[in-house]
């Protein structure tokens, strides 16, 4: 059997650079119970090597892009027509991240904004599209909410191995409803991937306490598991303006990992994950000194003692896959489930509430063909998806009977790669859904590397998004009601770059254009007399344009990701157009809390001969625009001042097992918000401890 406990050292060095550690691996921090369990465990404690574990390949335009493909065997970035960005664990470590959200301010095309304190909705957009328009995969498993109709990425912490990717464009031809602005994935690390024990404890401002533990290996040379958990509690801040209340939140998430081979040709995968945010919040009204956009007093977050909400899921994945013919054919078999529940509570008791559950099931056939250099490869995969879900909100006038959709999707994809110099892929899927019309999706994308180091690559296809139960079926007293007769929103778009490398691959740089029409786009509208908010589709199309831009530098000891996205993502919102304006009447504006203009700066600076490593992130968000609104519940556009954060992160190695670690957010202290009505922390700083065994 495996160890649990590697006993090869680390050495300090391995702890930096571009990939994971040789070493058996980590512990990070507090948990005297885990030093326990080795030191009692000696007949598990063998031999594991240090190049055991499996490295994670982030050379420049190496990276694999899981989701661009319904195989399991998955195609190389540089490769690739449709533009992708991997985050890997060292990355994630590097920054420090401790909320997935974060990171992904750093990917081109992303805007992020979190309604609140740490815990609380937060929403990320791609290439100007709505939050609930992007496709969510957490370990494998479709993550969003099947009652709210996307993912709330203010419920996931990080992970103390895992690894982030964000594909951008169109990809329903192969994900079928929500993968219209692209697709995010999060994955924690395998047992055979990042062997050994791992844990991190922290402590810093407003209170705050974070921990992260795992423990993984691999037994018999067939087996390999990884168990993980992390929790943060923090005392928070006030986030109504002017207020005092602070608010707080909690937040754990544990995931369990195995894969089994009993044979050579058979792979059986079982997951688990579980999710658990409590956060309290603020209602929204007009405060005793009330924010004015265009000299009108206007609603804001105000302290609202006793507010808060608890949010569970529980996620499952299991997944078998055969190879025939020597590998030249794979058949594949998953099922997989996630249940939410989520609850609100004001100072009175229970306030509102909503229950999710999905089924996912999925066949997928992969035919290699082809020898050398020219490869060919044809999948086949089909996917049937049962959503129940039913409001549980108190109230009179609220529908408590459970609504079931049932959707049957049939993808075809192909690809073609010739060398190391050129990728081609094509893929078509037609859905089947019981409340609306058959849709059928494609994707077209191509890359290829020119004499000289130039790769030219390019993508169209479109996608397709269905209502979300709360859209169709979703009710709030006196706030909202949905609309049963809503329509799909439909997306077609494009997108076209160039990327250059030079010095051998150590510098790359690289532009992409893209350009989107999405008809039938679902809004929100607020119907006089009584004002009471229900969704519409709209009447025409709604276009996004931009250049998403990038920058890397992997030197010895440094390493440098810079990127920049505009957008231009005109949309049209019912509100009062000028000051003395007494009726609103629709004006075009750039889509809200989605900035013209957004940039990043990572620089890590980790040399092998010493014993530290700093990280400086620099994250610039342009002026944008939010919607406000009046006591009687009258919109307007409200703007937001460009902002820019600096954070800095370090470590010093005290052993090759023990690691000190900081870092401060917000060096500057700067003043700012990302959604209307709501404060955003100050400067603060962290620090702790990180082990690895």
């Not at 979190?114 to 992007?134: F, H, K």
């Not at 529908?399 to 892929?425: C, E, M, N, P, W």
């Not at 150590?506 to 009471?532: C, Q």
Request: aromatic letters at 8%; glycine letters at 12%; one cysteine or more.
């Amino acid at each position: 059997m495996g160890a649990i406990c590697p006993a090869a050292a680390t050495r300090p060095r391995e702890w930096k650079g571009t990939g994971l550690n040789e070493g058996g691996a980590a512990w990070t921090g507090g948990s005297a119970l885990l030093v326990l369990a080795c030191a009692a465990w000696p007949g598990m404690a063998s031999a594991q090597s240090a190049t055991a574990s499996a490295k994670t390949d982030v050379r420049d335009g190496q990276d694999i892009v899981v989701t661009a493909s319904r195989a399991g065997d998955a195609p190389r970035r540089d490769l690739l027509g449709s533009s992708a960005t991997v985050l890997p664990p060292q990355v994630l470590d590097d920054r420090q991240v401790r909320i997935v959200s974060d990171v992904l301010r750093d990917v081109p095309g992303v805007a992020v904004s979190r309604t609140g304190g740490v815990g609380a909705v937060t929403q990320v957009r791609i290439r100007g599209t709505e939050s609930n328009q992007v496709l969510v995969i957490v370990d494998g498993i479709k993550a969003s909410d099947p009652f709210q109709g996307e993912f709330d990425f203010g419920t996931l912490i990080a992970d103390d191995a895992a690894r982030v990717e964000v594909l951008r464009g169109q990809q329903s031809s192969l994900y079928g409803s929500d993968a219209i602005g692209g697709v995010i994935t999060y994955t924690t690390l395998s047992g055979r991937e990042l062997p050994g024990v791992r844990a991190r404890v922290e402590g810093g401002s407003f209170g705050t306490v974070s921990g992260a533990a795992r423990v993984a290996g691999t037994a018999g040379g067939d087996f390999d598991y990884a168990l993980s958990g992390s929790a943060q509690r923090t005392g928070g801040y006030p986030v109504a303006p002017g207020g005092r209340q602070d608010i707080g939140s909690t937040l754990a998430g544990g995931s369990a990992k195995a894969n089994w081979t009993p044979a050579a040709n058979l792979r059986v995968t079982l997951v688990g994950r579980y999710n658990h945010t409590r956060a309290e919040t603020n209602d929204q009204a007009l405060a005793a000194t009330p924010p004015r956009v265009d000299g009108r007093p206007v609603t804001t977050a105000v302290d609202t003692p006793g507010s808060r909400f608890t949010n569970d899921a529980a996620y499952a994945l299991g997944r078998a896959e055969l190879d025939a013919f020597n590998g030249a054919m794979t058949v594949a078999a998953s099922a997989q489930a996630a249940g939410t529940r989520r609850r609100g509570y004001t100072l009175a008791g229970f306030s509102s509430g909503d229950n999710g559950a999905r089924q996912r099931y999925s066949l997928e056939d992969t035919v290699r063909l082809g020898t050398g250099n020219i490869r060919h490869r044809f999948t086949a995969a089909l996917d049937a998806e049962r959503e129940r879900f039913r409001n549980v909100s108190p109230g009179a006038f609220v529908d408590r009977t459970a609504k079931v959709i049932h959707t049957y999707g049939l993808t075809g994809q192909y690809s073609l790669t010739v060398g190391d110099r050129l990728g081609f892929g094509a893929s078509l899927r037609h859905d089947w859904n019981d409340l609306f019309r058959d849709r059928t999706t494609w994707h077209v994308d191509a890359s290829y590397l020119l004499p000289g180091a130039t790769r030219l690559h390019a993508a169209a296809g479109t996608g397709v998004k269905s209502p979300g139960p709360f859209e169709l079926f979703g009710f709030s007293d006196g706030q909202y009601i949905g609309n049963p007769d809503l329509r799909p929103e439909l997306s077609r778009g494009w997108e076209a770059g160039v990327d250059q490398a030079v010095a051998g691959g150590k510098v790359r740089v690289g532009a992409t254009y893209f350009a989107s029409r999405l008809h039938d786009e679902i809004f929100t509208t607020f119907v006089p007399p009584d004002f009471t908010a229900t969704s519409l589709n709209r009447d025409g199309t709604t276009r996004q344009q931009g250049v998403e831009a990038f920058a890397q530098v992997r030197l010895a000891d440094v390493r440098l990701d810079a990127s920049y996205t505009y957008l231009r993502a005109p949309q049209s919102r019912t509100v009062l157009a000028t000051p003395l304006a007494t009726i609103a009447t629709p004006v075009t504006a750039q889509a809200v809390r989605r900035p013209r203009n957004s940039a990043s700066l990572n620089v890590t600076y980790a040399p092998k001969a010493a014993p530290f490593s700093a990280t400086l992130t620099v994250r610039h968000t342009g002026r944008q625009k939010d919607v406000a609104f009046t006591p009687d519940f009258v919109a307007l556009y409200a703007d937001l001042r460009a902002f820019t954060l600096v954070n800095v992160a370090a470590t010093y190695d005290v052993t090759p097992r023990l690691q000190l670690f900081g870092r401060v957010e917000n060096l500057f202290d700067e003043t700012y918000q990302e959604v209307f009505g709501y404060a955003t922390p100050g400067r603060a700083g962290y620090g702790g401890v990180r082990l690895r065994f």
